[in-house]
């Protein structure tokens, strides 16, 4: 048995090596190379300062804005360290609510604000995506009945007619993969990008 | 349900048939020490490893020996992970300037890592160093998966070998698994998820200016070359909280349907390996049709219960189903199919929150785990899982006939019974009993997230999660304390080894025996007979452990959700 010590600390020193240092170090080298973008983070830039990244998302509040879901990521109370505060789209502390089926925390704050959204656009079934918190909390899409829902409220905010806000939102649908994985759906901050573009150059 | 999901489905099931047999071809001949297409490029590093070593790779091992050798190799691993993450504020590769991790959740967090649990009491982006992520998990995500190969291997050479006392040499298995399978494969993966958005970069977190005017602070990292590992090796740890859900860890709908495919592939193939070991393919086809049974009887039910949705948020008057703790890209299918997949194995990464899961849709990744995961299972830990089970099967058939029961040539005798009922009776005591212990201790009762039969069902899902060396989490529950941090690290360190100790006393004696030629009174083993026998005896073993606790947490929740209870 004392024969296998040799092997246990050296070969353990050596495939440590070579499986946490020189992969890692060498797929960062090739990719740095061939997928420059990816490799970075895939950062959106306008005019050359970083506004987000086209994977991650990020807050919207106003009404001149689409809207992503909501989002259940927290940050360090800056009060008590022990504590969290509520940090929507923390990008630096990814997470859930991880509130079940029977909880009652999430049945009243989807009913607060499912009842919102009824009010800013009576009649329209209100899409499950858009009063569910994603598991991330950096969920960058939404689905094309969320955005859709959302056309008459940035329309109006904007100024701009509401088939030019629809038609935006039609053009910024990606569907599955050869018509079979994944769900359709619109990437918020592209869509958001779009939108002041397209206000801009109305502006003009 | 949609027409598209199911095709989705048949489709994964259709790839994951169609890579069993190449991959079982190739393992088969790594773990021969026959040549590959590789050689001419590996068997150099391989020869240098074993002299720099001092390993002599004609020289085979007793199944005892091979067994410590891999126990030591583990108590490296630990001190190598458990050192870094304490000393990690005064190592390199530190951009986030993350401060030493504390003792009890740098021994959580090893313990996790050698088992190939990947349990994350840590919060990755919030507390690891890239050197930590590197060197201390990325590399223990290849060797745990390596050992879980290579001792399915050692136990198949049990089965195929007659009268001779060694099963291979540790060693020898573990260099050639790293570097002929895991790497090569690797390498390729990973530039494949960094095209599809996966970040690999040793660069500082990321400082933006979002179109609102707030900073947003975005972790980036050498994401990629751990996620290829941790998905193929059925790791799970992931390097950012949210794990498999995070759009990082997981951008587009092919990244994703890539990844259920790598859980799944090398376990698959181990079947494979199987059969050709023991000299009839059909043998592991047997087993992967029992494997494949039940998996599809566990998709079917989380998709339908995640399809319907929930009472509470029904009756709102929104369809669409389950979307809370799910991403907009997957959906209900794929999150589906994601929770079912990193169950049957032990993978334990998750693409959504399975917390927030269905009773019923959350319930089946728990009964997944509480079976052993033994459904294509962990790479290699599902296979000797699986294997026992058929001792026991097979067992029992031979109690129904009163003849001395046989499998593949070899004669199942009172040891070898002895040993899988000692593996398999071990996991349910540790989880239940933890279980027992955390309900009734107020500290570990506050770390509950949610109230009602839910809570119990986060406690329930942690024991086993961790006893099973899974690794996800219904993640609501606290797991981040004292007792938790210690308690898990007993449940991964039993589940793991004392099911891998007698898995190889079982390899060992069964090497010793004679082979003896199939007669007319041998029960066959590749026949649907077979299957459904092997099916049988695990459902009813396991459901005599464990439904008692099932009707305690997700049975009871669904038939309150149903009254529209909440709690």
């Given at each position: 048995?004392?024969?296998?010590?040799?092997?246990a600390?050296?070969?353990?020193?050596l495939?440590?090596?070579?499986?946490?240092?020189?992969?890692?170090?060498?797929?960062?080298?090739?990719?740095?190379?061939?997928?420059?973008?990816?490799?970075?983070g895939?950062?959106?830039r306008?005019?050359?300062?970083?506004?987000?990244?086209?994977?991650?998302?990020?807050?919207?509040?106003?009404?001149?804005?689409?809207?992503?879901?909501?989002?259940?990521?927290?940050?360090?109370?800056?009060?008590?360290?022990?504590?969290t505060?509520?940090a929507?789209?923390?990008?630096?502390?990814?997470?859930?609510s991880?509130?079940?089926p029977?909880?009652?925390?999430?049945?009243?704050?989807?009913?607060?604000?499912?009842?919102?959204?009824?009010?800013?656009k009576p009649?329209s079934?209100?899409?499950?995506?858009?009063v569910?918190?994603?598991?991330?909390?950096?969920?960058?899409?939404?689905?094309?009945?969320?955005?859709?829902?959302?056309?008459?409220?940035?329309?109006?905010?904007?100024?701009?007619?509401?088939?030019?806000?629809?038609?935006?939102?039609?053009?910024?649908?990606?569907?599955r993969?050869?018509?079979?994985?994944g769900?359709?759906r619109?990437?918020v901050l592209a869509?958001?990008?779009?939108?002041?573009?397209a206000?801009?150059?109305?502006?003009? | 349900?949609?027409?598209?999901?199911?095709?989705?489905?048949?489709?994964?099931?259709?790839?994951?048939?169609?890579?069993?047999?190449?991959?079982?071809?190739?393992?088969?001949?790594?773990?021969?020490?026959e040549?590959?297409?590789?050689s001419?490029?590996?068997?150099?590093v391989?020869?240098?490893?074993?002299?720099?070593?001092?390993?002599?790779?004609?020289?085979?091992?007793?199944?005892?020996?091979?067994?410590v050798?891999?126990?030591?190799?583990?108590?490296?691993?630990?001190?190598?992970?458990?050192?870094?993450?304490?000393?990690?504020?005064?190592?390199?590769?530190?951009?986030?300037?993350?401060?030493a991790?504390?003792?009890?959740?740098?021994?959580?967090?090893?313990?996790?890592?050698i088992?190939?649990?990947?349990?994350?009491?840590?919060?990755g982006?919030?507390?690891?160093?890239?050197?930590?992520?590197?060197?201390?998990?990325?590399?223990?995500?290849?060797l745990s998966?390596?050992?879980?190969?290579?001792?399915?291997?050692?136990?198949?050479?049990?089965?195929?070998?007659?009268?001779?006392?060694?099963?291979?040499?540790?060693w020898?298995?573990?260099?050639r698994?790293?570097?002929?399978?895991?790497?090569?494969?690797?390498?390729?993966y990973?530039?494949?998820?960094?095209?599809?958005g996966?970040?690999?970069?040793?660069?500082?977190?990321?400082?933006?200016?979002?179109?609102?005017g707030a900073?947003?602070?975005?972790?980036?990292?050498?994401?990629?070359?751990?996620?290829?590992?941790?998905?193929?090796?059925?790791?799970g740890?992931?390097?950012f909280?949210?794990?498999?859900?995070?759009?990082?860890?997981?951008?587009?709908?092919?990244?994703?349907?890539?990844?259920?495919?790598?859980?799944?592939?090398?376990?698959?193939?181990?079947?494979?390996?199987f059969?050709?070991m023991?000299?009839?393919?059909?043998?592991?086809?047997?087993?992967?049709?029992v494997?494949?049974?039940?998996?599809?009887?566990?998709?079917a039910?989380?998709?339908?219960?995640?399809?319907?949705?929930?009472?509470a948020?029904?009756?709102?008057?929104?369809?669409?189903?389950?979307?809370?703790g799910?991403?907009?890209?997957?959906?209900?299918?794929?999150?589906s199919?994601?929770?079912?997949?990193?169950?049957?194995?032990?993978?334990?990464?998750?693409?959504?929150?399975?917390?927030?899961?269905?009773?019923?849709?959350?319930?089946i990744?728990?009964?997944?785990?509480?079976?052993g995961?033994?459904?294509?299972?962990?790479?290699?830990?599902?296979?000797?899982?699986?294997?026992?089970?058929?001792?026991?099967?097979?067992?029992?058939?031979?109690?129904m006939?009163?003849?001395?029961?046989?499998?593949?040539?070899?004669?199942?005798?009172?040891?070898?019974?002895?040993?899988?009922?000692?593996?398999?009776?071990?996991?349910?005591?540790?989880?239940?009993?933890w279980?027992?212990?955390?309900v009734?201790f107020?500290?570990?009762?506050?770390?509950?997230?949610?109230?009602?039969?839910?809570?119990?069902?986060?406690?329930?899902?942690?024991?086993t999660?961790?006893?099973g060396?899974?690794?996800?989490?219904?993640a609501?529950?606290s797991?981040?304390?004292?007792?938790?941090?210690?308690?898990?690290?007993?449940?991964?360190?039993?589940?793991?080894?004392?099911?891998?100790?007698?898995?190889?006393?079982i390899?060992?004696?069964?090497a010793?025996?004679?082979?003896?030629?199939?007669?007319?009174?041998?029960?066959?083993?590749?026949?649907?007979?077979?299957?459904?026998?092997?099916?049988?005896?695990?459902?009813?073993?396991?459901?005599?452990?464990?439904?008692?606790?099932?009707?305690?947490?997700?049975?009871?929740?669904?038939?309150?959700?149903?009254q529209?209870a909440?709690?």
């Amino acid at each position: 048995m004392l024969r296998e010590i040799r092997p246990a600390v050296v070969l353990l020193l050596l495939l440590t090596l070579i499986t946490g240092l020189a992969y890692p170090l060498a797929i960062t080298a090739i990719a740095g190379v061939i997928f420059p973008d990816q490799a970075q983070g895939s950062l959106i830039r306008r005019d050359g300062k970083v506004v987000g990244s086209a994977l991650i998302g990020q807050q919207f509040r106003s009404d001149q804005y689409f809207h992503g879901r909501p989002s259940a990521t927290t940050a360090p109370d800056p009060n008590d360290s022990t504590k969290t505060v509520p940090a929507p789209y923390n990008a630096a502390n990814s997470g859930a609510s991880n509130l079940g089926p029977t909880s009652k925390a999430l049945a009243d704050r989807v009913k607060d604000d499912v009842e919102k959204l009824k009010a800013e656009k009576p009649g329209s079934p209100v899409p499950v995506d858009l009063v569910t918190t994603s598991a991330s909390g950096l969920d960058p899409d939404i689905s094309p009945e969320a955005a859709l829902f959302q056309v008459p409220r940035v329309a109006k905010a904007r100024n701009l007619p509401e088939g030019r806000v629809r038609a935006l939102v039609n053009d910024n649908i990606r569907g599955r993969l050869a018509g079979l994985l994944g769900e359709p759906r619109v990437n918020v901050l592209a869509l958001n990008l779009a939108l002041d573009a397209a206000s801009r150059s109305a502006g003009k | 349900m949609t027409a598209i999901g199911w095709i989705q489905i048949i489709l994964y099931c259709a790839i994951i048939v169609a890579l069993t047999k190449p991959l079982g071809w190739y393992m088969t001949r790594v773990f021969n020490g026959e040549r590959t297409f590789l050689s001419p490029v590996l068997r150099p590093v391989e020869a240098g490893l074993y002299r720099i070593s001092g390993v002599d790779d004609k020289r085979e091992q007793h199944w005892l020996t091979y067994t410590v050798a891999m126990l030591l190799f583990h108590v490296g691993g630990v001190l190598i992970i458990y050192g870094l993450m304490r000393l990690q504020a005064f190592l390199p590769f530190n951009p986030a300037a993350q401060s030493a991790v504390a003792e009890d959740l740098s021994f959580n967090t090893a313990i996790s890592f050698i088992t190939n649990t990947n349990w994350q009491n840590y919060g990755g982006e919030s507390t690891l160093s890239y050197l930590v992520q590197m060197v201390g998990l990325t590399h223990q995500n290849f060797l745990s998966a390596a050992t879980g190969i290579v001792l399915a291997v050692a136990l198949i050479r049990g089965f195929a070998r007659a009268s001779m006392r060694t099963v291979g040499n540790f060693w020898v298995d573990v260099t050639r698994c790293t570097l002929y399978i895991l790497l090569p494969i690797c390498i390729v993966y990973a530039l494949f998820l960094v095209w599809q958005g996966m970040p690999q970069t040793l660069g500082d977190y990321v400082e933006a200016i979002t179109l609102e005017g707030a900073r947003q602070t975005i972790a980036v990292g050498p994401v990629a070359s751990q996620v290829a590992i941790k998905m193929l090796g059925t790791n799970g740890g992931g390097f950012f909280n949210a794990n498999a859900a995070h759009p990082f860890e997981n951008p587009t709908a092919l990244s994703n349907f890539v990844q259920m495919i790598s859980i799944f592939a090398l376990g698959a193939g181990l079947t494979n390996v199987f059969g050709r070991m023991v000299g009839n393919q059909r043998q592991g086809w047997a087993i992967f049709s029992v494997m494949g049974v039940l998996f599809l009887a566990g998709v079917a039910v989380t998709y339908w219960a995640e399809a319907n949705g929930t009472t509470a948020l029904n009756a709102l008057g929104l369809t669409g189903g389950n979307m809370e703790g799910k991403e907009v890209r997957f959906g209900i299918i794929a999150s589906s199919m994601f929770a079912v997949i990193t169950t049957d194995a032990s993978c334990g990464a998750v693409n959504a929150m399975h917390d927030s899961l269905t009773a019923l849709g959350g319930m089946i990744p728990l009964i997944n785990m509480q079976l052993g995961e033994i459904i294509i299972g962990g790479v290699g830990a599902g296979l000797y899982g699986m294997l026992l089970f058929v001792v026991l099967a097979i067992f029992v058939a031979g109690l129904m006939v009163g003849r001395t029961p046989e499998y593949v040539g070899k004669k199942i005798e009172a040891r070898e019974v002895k040993m899988a009922m000692l593996a398999i009776l071990v996991l349910p005591l540790m989880y239940l009993g933890w279980t027992a212990v955390a309900v009734v201790f107020p500290p570990a009762v506050a770390s509950m997230a949610n109230a009602g039969p839910h809570g119990f069902t986060e406690v329930l899902y942690a024991y086993t999660s961790a006893t099973g060396n899974n690794g996800s989490a219904f993640a609501g529950l606290s797991g981040n304390t004292f007792f938790y941090n210690l308690t898990l690290a007993s449940a991964m360190f039993v589940g793991r080894f004392f099911m891998i100790v007698p898995a190889m006393a079982i390899a060992g004696s069964l090497a010793g025996k004679k082979s003896i030629p199939p007669s007319n009174g041998t029960f066959p083993t590749t026949g649907g007979l077979f299957v459904g026998l092997v099916v049988g005896v695990i459902l009813i073993i396991g459901g005599l452990t464990f439904f008692p606790a099932l009707a305690l947490g997700p049975i009871v929740e669904h038939l309150a959700m149903t009254q529209g209870a909440v709690f």
